[in-house]
Protein backbone atom coordinates (compact mmCIF):
# COMPACT_ATOMS: atom_id res chain seq x y z
CA UNK A 1 0.00 0.00 0.00
CA UNK A 2 1.62 3.57 -0.97
CA UNK A 3 2.68 5.84 1.79
CA UNK A 4 1.09 9.41 0.94
CA UNK A 5 2.39 12.06 2.79
CA UNK A 6 -0.20 13.08 5.45
CA UNK A 7 -0.56 17.13 5.73
CA UNK A 8 -4.15 17.49 7.64
CA UNK A 9 -5.76 20.12 8.07
CA UNK A 10 -8.26 18.06 9.82
CA UNK A 11 -10.68 14.82 8.69
CA UNK A 12 -12.76 12.54 10.49
CA UNK A 13 -14.44 9.85 10.03
CA UNK A 14 -18.42 9.75 11.32
CA UNK A 15 -21.80 8.04 10.25
CA UNK A 16 -23.08 8.21 6.79
CA UNK A 17 -25.42 4.87 6.24
CA UNK A 18 -27.65 2.83 9.08
CA UNK A 19 -25.92 -0.27 10.09
CA UNK A 20 -28.68 -1.79 8.28
CA UNK A 21 -28.09 -0.01 4.65
CA UNK A 22 -27.05 -2.55 1.91
CA UNK A 23 -26.50 -1.89 -2.08
CA UNK A 24 -29.20 -4.12 -4.24
CA UNK A 25 -26.41 -6.07 -5.60
CA UNK A 26 -23.43 -7.48 -3.66
CA UNK A 27 -20.31 -5.13 -3.26
CA UNK A 28 -17.40 -7.01 -5.33
CA UNK A 29 -14.12 -8.08 -3.30
CA UNK A 30 -10.57 -7.60 -4.46
CA UNK A 31 -9.64 -10.78 -5.93
CA UNK A 32 -6.37 -9.99 -3.66
CA UNK A 33 -7.96 -8.63 -0.93
CA UNK A 34 -6.00 -9.50 2.64
CA UNK A 35 -8.16 -10.74 5.81
CA UNK A 36 -6.84 -7.71 7.74
CA UNK A 37 -4.60 -4.77 7.15
CA UNK A 38 -2.73 -2.52 9.69
CA UNK A 39 -3.10 1.14 9.48
CA UNK A 40 0.08 3.25 9.01
CA UNK A 41 1.28 7.17 8.51
CA UNK A 42 0.20 7.98 5.15
CA UNK A 43 -2.29 5.63 4.17
CA UNK A 44 -5.90 7.16 3.08
CA UNK A 45 -8.79 5.56 3.21
CA UNK A 46 -9.46 5.32 -0.44
CA UNK A 47 -6.26 3.06 -0.36
CA UNK A 48 -7.04 0.73 2.65
CA UNK A 49 -10.87 0.26 0.98
CA UNK A 50 -9.17 -0.49 -2.53
CA UNK A 51 -7.35 -3.30 -0.92
CA UNK A 52 -10.55 -5.12 0.45
CA UNK A 53 -13.06 -3.72 -2.35
CA UNK A 54 -12.69 -4.05 -6.01
CA UNK A 55 -14.50 -0.18 -6.40
CA UNK A 56 -13.09 1.23 -3.07
CA UNK A 57 -15.80 4.29 -3.20
CA UNK A 58 -18.52 1.50 -2.18
CA UNK A 59 -16.91 1.19 1.24
CA UNK A 60 -20.01 2.95 3.34
CA UNK A 61 -22.06 -0.21 1.92
CA UNK A 62 -19.92 -2.83 3.81
CA UNK A 63 -18.63 -0.52 7.26
CA UNK A 64 -21.34 -0.02 10.33
CA UNK A 65 -20.49 2.30 13.52
CA UNK A 66 -21.17 1.38 16.97
CA UNK A 67 -21.66 4.19 18.69
CA UNK A 68 -20.76 3.09 22.12
CA UNK A 69 -16.77 3.21 21.14
CA UNK A 70 -14.99 6.78 22.23
CA UNK A 71 -14.47 8.46 18.76
CA UNK A 72 -15.71 5.79 16.77
CA UNK A 73 -15.79 7.96 13.22
CA UNK A 74 -11.78 8.19 13.51
CA UNK A 75 -9.36 5.76 11.78
CA UNK A 76 -5.83 6.10 13.50
CA UNK A 77 -2.41 4.52 12.06
CA UNK A 78 -1.63 1.39 14.57
CA UNK A 79 -5.91 0.56 14.12
CA UNK A 80 -6.92 -2.86 12.36
CA UNK A 81 -9.00 -3.82 9.39
CA UNK A 82 -10.85 -6.84 9.48
CA UNK A 83 -12.93 -8.59 6.67
CA UNK A 84 -15.58 -10.80 7.97
CA UNK A 85 -19.27 -11.60 6.70
CA UNK A 86 -22.53 -11.58 7.95
CA UNK A 87 -25.56 -13.11 6.02
CA UNK A 88 -22.94 -13.66 3.43
CA UNK A 89 -22.02 -10.40 2.92
CA UNK A 90 -18.58 -8.95 3.23
CA UNK A 91 -18.34 -6.53 6.50
CA UNK A 92 -15.17 -4.37 7.28
CA UNK A 93 -14.47 -4.03 11.08
CA UNK A 94 -11.77 -2.12 12.80
CA UNK A 95 -9.90 -2.99 15.78
CA UNK A 96 -8.45 -0.34 17.70
CA UNK A 97 -4.47 0.03 18.00
CA UNK A 98 -3.61 -1.49 21.21
CA UNK A 99 -7.49 -2.72 21.93
CA UNK A 100 -9.24 -5.94 21.61
CA UNK A 101 -12.44 -4.44 21.08
CA UNK A 102 -13.76 -4.49 17.22
CA UNK A 103 -15.60 -0.99 16.27
CA UNK A 104 -17.41 -1.38 12.93
CA UNK A 105 -17.64 1.92 10.95
CA UNK A 106 -19.23 3.65 7.93
CA UNK A 107 -17.18 6.55 6.72
CA UNK A 108 -18.12 10.58 5.83
CA UNK A 109 -15.87 13.29 6.64
CA UNK A 110 -15.97 16.30 9.00
CA UNK A 111 -14.04 19.57 9.69
CA UNK A 112 -12.61 18.78 13.03
CA UNK A 113 -8.65 19.31 13.16
CA UNK A 114 -7.06 15.89 14.03
CA UNK A 115 -3.99 15.88 12.79
CA UNK A 116 -3.62 12.15 13.06
CA UNK A 117 -6.83 10.61 11.83
CA UNK A 118 -5.95 9.33 7.88
CA UNK A 119 -7.41 11.15 5.44
CA UNK A 120 -10.04 9.87 2.52
CA UNK A 121 -7.99 10.85 -0.65
CA UNK A 122 -4.05 12.23 -0.57
CA UNK A 123 -5.17 15.84 0.39
CA UNK A 124 -1.56 17.31 -0.65
CA UNK A 125 -1.76 16.63 -3.79
CA UNK A 126 -5.32 18.65 -4.78
CA UNK A 127 -4.71 21.17 -1.98
CA UNK A 128 -3.14 23.65 -4.55
CA UNK A 129 -6.43 22.94 -6.55
CA UNK A 130 -9.20 23.84 -4.32
CA UNK A 131 -8.68 27.27 -4.19
CA UNK A 132 -6.55 28.17 -7.38
CA UNK A 133 -6.21 28.02 -10.76
CA UNK A 134 -9.67 29.28 -11.74
CA UNK A 135 -12.05 28.84 -14.75
CA UNK A 136 -13.49 32.12 -15.95
CA UNK A 137 -15.74 33.26 -18.75
CA UNK A 138 -14.67 35.60 -20.92
CA UNK A 139 -17.43 38.43 -19.78
CA UNK A 140 -15.94 38.00 -16.63
CA UNK A 141 -12.47 38.10 -17.26
CA UNK A 142 -12.53 41.10 -19.59
CA UNK A 143 -14.18 42.65 -16.55
CA UNK A 144 -11.90 41.64 -13.99
CA UNK A 145 -9.36 44.80 -12.82
CA UNK A 146 -5.71 44.57 -14.30
CA UNK A 147 -2.26 45.18 -13.74
CA UNK A 148 -1.22 48.74 -15.67
CA UNK A 149 2.13 49.06 -14.69
CA UNK A 150 4.90 48.82 -11.64
CA UNK A 151 6.41 51.14 -9.44
CA UNK A 152 9.85 52.11 -11.10
CA UNK A 153 9.01 51.49 -14.10
CA UNK A 154 9.95 47.78 -13.64
CA UNK A 155 8.32 45.34 -16.73
CA UNK A 156 7.59 42.80 -13.94
CA UNK A 157 6.29 42.34 -10.48
CA UNK A 158 7.34 40.00 -7.68
CA UNK A 159 6.63 39.79 -3.94
CA UNK A 160 7.16 42.82 -2.06
CA UNK A 161 6.52 45.10 -5.54
CA UNK A 162 4.18 47.75 -6.13
CA UNK A 163 1.32 47.53 -8.67
CA UNK A 164 -1.05 49.99 -9.99
CA UNK A 165 -4.24 48.58 -11.24
CA UNK A 166 -7.06 49.56 -13.31
CA UNK A 167 -9.31 50.31 -10.85
CA UNK A 168 -10.19 49.01 -7.70
CA UNK A 169 -12.90 51.42 -6.00
CA UNK A 170 -13.79 49.72 -2.93
CA UNK A 171 -12.07 48.25 0.08
CA UNK A 172 -14.57 45.89 0.13
CA UNK A 173 -11.80 43.07 -0.12
CA UNK A 174 -8.34 43.96 0.90
CA UNK A 175 -6.62 41.01 -1.19
CA UNK A 176 -6.74 40.11 -4.31
CA UNK A 177 -4.92 36.91 -6.55
CA UNK A 178 -3.02 38.14 -9.36
CA UNK A 179 -3.96 35.21 -12.34
CA UNK A 180 -2.44 34.77 -15.83
CA UNK A 181 -5.64 34.42 -18.57
CA UNK A 182 -4.53 31.48 -19.89
CA UNK A 183 -6.40 30.08 -22.98
CA UNK A 184 -9.76 28.07 -23.75
CA UNK A 185 -11.19 25.05 -22.32
CA UNK A 186 -13.58 23.29 -25.36
CA UNK A 187 -15.59 20.37 -25.24
CA UNK A 188 -13.85 17.28 -27.22
CA UNK A 189 -16.95 16.69 -28.86
CA UNK A 190 -18.30 20.08 -30.21
CA UNK A 191 -15.25 22.37 -29.91
CA UNK A 192 -17.74 24.98 -27.68
CA UNK A 193 -15.56 27.52 -25.64
CA UNK A 194 -16.68 26.17 -21.74
CA UNK A 195 -14.59 28.41 -20.38
CA UNK A 196 -11.16 30.21 -20.38
CA UNK A 197 -8.23 29.37 -17.66
CA UNK A 198 -6.93 31.58 -15.28
CA UNK A 199 -3.76 30.57 -13.57
CA UNK A 200 -2.81 32.12 -9.99
CA UNK A 201 0.34 33.88 -10.34
CA UNK A 202 0.46 35.54 -6.54
CA UNK A 203 -1.85 37.53 -4.22
CA UNK A 204 -1.58 41.51 -3.57
CA UNK A 205 -2.77 43.39 -0.81
CA UNK A 206 -4.33 46.60 -1.33
CA UNK A 207 -2.67 49.83 -0.33
CA UNK A 208 -5.35 52.22 -1.80
CA UNK A 209 -8.35 52.43 -3.99
CA UNK A 210 -8.53 54.64 -7.27
CA UNK A 211 -7.91 54.31 -10.55
CA UNK A 212 -5.42 53.30 -10.93
CA UNK A 213 -5.76 51.19 -7.26
CA UNK A 214 -1.96 50.75 -5.62
CA UNK A 215 -1.55 46.98 -4.04
CA UNK A 216 1.53 45.67 -2.46
CA UNK A 217 2.26 41.64 -4.02
CA UNK A 218 2.73 39.05 -1.61
CA UNK A 219 3.24 35.04 -1.37
CA UNK A 220 4.18 35.39 -5.29
CA UNK A 221 4.84 32.83 -6.88
CA UNK A 222 5.67 33.63 -10.18
CA UNK A 223 6.50 37.32 -12.18
CA UNK A 224 3.08 39.01 -12.99
CA UNK A 225 3.47 41.78 -16.20
CA UNK A 226 0.73 44.64 -17.05
CA UNK A 227 -2.93 42.53 -18.50
CA UNK A 228 -2.88 40.10 -15.92
CA UNK A 229 -6.15 40.32 -13.88
CA UNK A 230 -6.81 40.32 -10.59
CA UNK A 231 -10.00 38.41 -8.26
CA UNK A 232 -11.02 39.26 -5.08
CA UNK A 233 -9.81 36.67 -2.55
CA UNK A 234 -13.24 35.04 -0.75
CA UNK A 235 -12.28 33.10 1.98
CA UNK A 236 -14.51 29.77 3.51
CA UNK A 237 -15.27 28.50 -0.16
CA UNK A 238 -12.68 25.65 -0.49
CA UNK A 239 -14.23 22.23 -0.32
CA UNK A 240 -11.56 20.43 2.08
CA UNK A 241 -14.28 17.23 2.81
CA UNK A 242 -14.89 14.76 0.04
CA UNK A 243 -16.91 11.21 0.18
CA UNK A 244 -16.23 9.92 -3.06
CA UNK A 245 -19.67 8.26 -4.40
CA UNK A 246 -21.00 7.29 -8.15
CA UNK A 247 -23.08 10.27 -9.98
CA UNK A 248 -27.02 9.53 -9.34
CA UNK A 249 -26.73 10.16 -13.37
CA UNK A 250 -25.02 8.73 -16.57
CA UNK A 251 -22.49 11.13 -16.76
CA UNK A 252 -20.10 11.03 -20.35
CA UNK A 253 -17.15 13.30 -20.86
CA UNK A 254 -13.88 13.28 -21.82
CA UNK A 255 -10.24 14.61 -20.21
CA UNK A 256 -9.86 17.95 -22.14
CA UNK A 257 -7.00 19.48 -20.22
CA UNK A 258 -3.93 18.10 -17.39
CA UNK A 259 -2.06 20.09 -14.81
CA UNK A 260 1.86 20.56 -14.46
CA UNK A 261 2.65 20.21 -18.55
CA UNK A 262 2.58 16.05 -18.13
CA UNK A 263 1.74 14.48 -21.55
CA UNK A 264 1.04 11.11 -19.95
CA UNK A 265 -1.49 10.97 -16.87
CA UNK A 266 -0.89 8.25 -14.01
CA UNK A 267 -2.00 8.34 -10.44
CA UNK A 268 -2.89 11.47 -8.57
CA UNK A 269 -2.47 13.46 -11.54
CA UNK A 270 -4.82 16.63 -12.14
CA UNK A 271 -7.10 16.70 -14.60
CA UNK A 272 -9.71 19.13 -16.26
CA UNK A 273 -12.75 17.52 -17.69
CA UNK A 274 -15.86 19.25 -20.05
CA UNK A 275 -18.33 18.42 -17.60
CA UNK A 276 -19.70 20.45 -14.92
CA UNK A 277 -22.08 21.56 -12.37
CA UNK A 278 -24.58 21.83 -15.05
CA UNK A 279 -24.11 18.49 -16.12
CA UNK A 280 -24.75 17.20 -12.41
CA UNK A 281 -21.40 16.99 -11.60
CA UNK A 282 -20.49 17.67 -7.69
CA UNK A 283 -17.18 17.55 -5.57
CA UNK A 284 -17.32 13.23 -4.54
CA UNK A 285 -17.99 12.20 -8.05
CA UNK A 286 -15.85 9.51 -9.08
CA UNK A 287 -15.80 8.72 -12.30
CA UNK A 288 -14.41 5.74 -14.90
CA UNK A 289 -11.83 6.67 -17.25
CA UNK A 290 -11.87 4.67 -21.04
CA UNK A 291 -8.85 5.07 -23.02
CA UNK A 292 -10.01 6.35 -26.61
CA UNK A 293 -9.69 4.03 -29.30
CA UNK A 294 -7.45 4.35 -31.72
CA UNK A 295 -8.37 4.70 -35.48
CA UNK A 296 -6.20 2.69 -37.73
CA UNK A 297 -5.89 1.88 -40.99
CA UNK A 298 -6.73 -1.72 -42.09
CA UNK A 299 -3.82 -3.28 -43.70
CA UNK A 300 -5.38 -6.23 -44.58
CA UNK A 301 -8.46 -4.84 -46.26
CA UNK A 302 -8.34 -4.85 -50.15
CA UNK A 303 -9.31 -0.68 -49.79
CA UNK A 304 -5.97 1.27 -48.81
CA UNK A 305 -7.92 3.43 -47.66
CA UNK A 306 -10.01 1.54 -45.15
CA UNK A 307 -9.54 2.41 -41.76
CA UNK A 308 -11.53 1.17 -38.14
CA UNK A 309 -11.53 2.56 -34.90
CA UNK A 310 -10.52 0.11 -32.04
CA UNK A 311 -13.28 -0.18 -28.91
CA UNK A 312 -12.14 1.89 -25.49
CA UNK A 313 -10.22 0.26 -22.92
CA UNK A 314 -10.94 0.82 -18.93
CA UNK A 315 -8.07 2.81 -17.88
CA UNK A 316 -8.49 4.23 -14.28
CA UNK A 317 -10.66 6.10 -11.75
CA UNK A 318 -11.11 9.42 -11.01
CA UNK A 319 -13.25 11.72 -8.70
CA UNK A 320 -14.07 14.73 -8.99
CA UNK A 321 -12.83 17.81 -6.54
CA UNK A 322 -13.55 20.98 -7.81
CA UNK A 323 -16.43 21.99 -10.16
CA UNK A 324 -17.76 24.55 -12.10
CA UNK A 325 -20.65 25.45 -14.15
CA UNK A 326 -19.46 23.57 -17.60
CA UNK A 327 -15.85 22.63 -16.23
CA UNK A 328 -14.29 20.16 -13.40
CA UNK A 329 -10.96 19.27 -11.71
CA UNK A 330 -10.55 15.83 -11.18
CA UNK A 331 -8.01 13.50 -9.39
CA UNK A 332 -6.86 10.18 -10.65
CA UNK A 333 -6.96 7.71 -8.01
CA UNK A 334 -6.01 4.94 -10.10
CA UNK A 335 -4.51 4.18 -13.15
CA UNK A 336 -3.78 0.83 -15.18
CA UNK A 337 -2.56 2.00 -18.23
CA UNK A 338 -1.03 5.68 -19.12
CA UNK A 339 -3.99 7.68 -19.91
CA UNK A 340 -3.78 10.88 -22.23
CA UNK A 341 -6.27 14.10 -23.08
CA UNK A 342 -9.30 13.57 -24.77
CA UNK A 343 -9.69 10.26 -23.55
CA UNK A 344 -13.50 9.77 -21.89
CA UNK A 345 -15.24 9.58 -18.35
CA UNK A 346 -18.67 8.46 -17.62
CA UNK A 347 -20.29 7.08 -14.58
CA UNK A 348 -19.30 3.88 -13.60
Known sequence: M???SLKLTGLLLGLLLSCTTFAAEPVALNPTHPDRYTVVKGDTLWDIAGSFLRDPWQWPEVWHVNPQIENP????????????YLNGKPVLSIQRGGESGTVKLSPQIRS??????IPVIPMGDIMPFLSRPYVMDKKDMDAAPYIVSFKEERIAGTTHDKIYVRSIDTEEHSRYDI?????PYKDAETGEILGYEAMYIATAELERTGDPASLIMINGKMEAIAGYRLLPVVYDKTQKDFFPKSPDQNIKGNIIAV??????????????????????????HVLTVDKRGATIFDRVSPDPHDKVTLPDERAGVLMVFRTFPRVSF?????ATTVIHVLDRVHTP
Open 330 to 334: GIIMS
Open 112 to 117: TPIDTA
Open 73 to 84: HLIYPGDIIVLT
Open 259 to 284: FNGVSQIGQHNIVVLDRGTDNGLAPG
Open 179 to 183: IRPGG
Open 2 to 4: PHL
